[in-house]
Antibody, heavy 119, light 112 residues
């Protein structure tokens, strides 16, 4: 069974940093592209970042470019999101999400971790 | 403002057929496949339709998808109370500013 478990969310002050983690199990993590997607309270889904299976290709949404860094450790079956210079508008539930193999379709989502940016 | 445009709400009575539209552009729906997600209250999204009209294993055939040009639609037939949820369309966008996934703003489906 595919499982994606996020952790690392919490309350942080504006301008602060946070690192999210996603532990993957139930599939060969090193063979799959991964994403981070967020959802502000009461709002819709917003794609944040993509990383290829090897980590060699990375994309970011304009809203986080230069502030967030996606990475992965295939030996640890883990995905990460380093978030710096956090703003109030970054407040959201952050989902770790897997791509259907060799496509750009997100097929599995974690349960999400809440990040709140507030003073 | 979402890149893909969906109606904010839709409704129907049990047993009815409802459709939800999703409009995009040549850089997303016009050149890539469309996926649909269902999000029940308080839960993570679930893949409902992929590659325009394919259903993952376990998704009832009451759900169907289609695409034409730069628009797509999700149809739900034989509406049931458990279908009350938010529905999102999504597609890869080959924007020159930087590729990535784009979502619709979501449609809240109410079963009357």
């Amino acid at each position: 069974e595919v499982q994606l478990v996020e952790s690392g969310g919490g309350l942080v002050q504006p301008g602060g940093s946070l690192r999210l983690s996603c532990a993957a199990s139930g599939f060969t993590f090193s063979s799959y592209e991964m994403n981070w997607v967020r959802q502000a309270p009461g709002k819709g889904l917003e794609w944040v970042s993509y990383i290829s299976s090897s980590g060699s290709t990375i994309y970011y949404a304009d809203s986080v470019k230069g502030r967030f860094t996606i990475s992965r450790d295939n030996a640890k079956n883990s995905l990460y999101l380093q978030m710096n210079s956090l703003r109030a508008e970054d407040t959201a539930v952050y989902y770790c999400a897997r791509d259907l193999r060799l496509t750009t379709t997100i097929d599995y989502w974690g349960q999400g971790t809440l990040v709140t940016v507030s003073s | 403002q979402s890149v893909l445009t969906q109606p904010p709400s839709a409704s129907g009575t049990p047993g009815q057929r409802v459709t939800i539209s999703c409009s995009g552009s040549s850089s997303n729906i016009g050149s890539n496949t469309v996926n649909w997600y269902q999000q029940l209250p308080g839960t993570a999204p679930k893949l409902l339709i992929y590659s325009n009209n394919q259903r993952p294993s376990g998704v009832p055939d009451r759900f169907s998808g289609s695409k034409s040009g730069t628009s797509a639609s999700l149809a739900i037939s034989g509406l049931q109370s458990e279908d009350e949820a938010d529905y999102y369309c999504a597609a890869w966008d080959d924007s020159l500013n930087g590729p990535g996934v784009v979502f619709g703003g979501g449609t809240k489906l109410t079963v009357l």
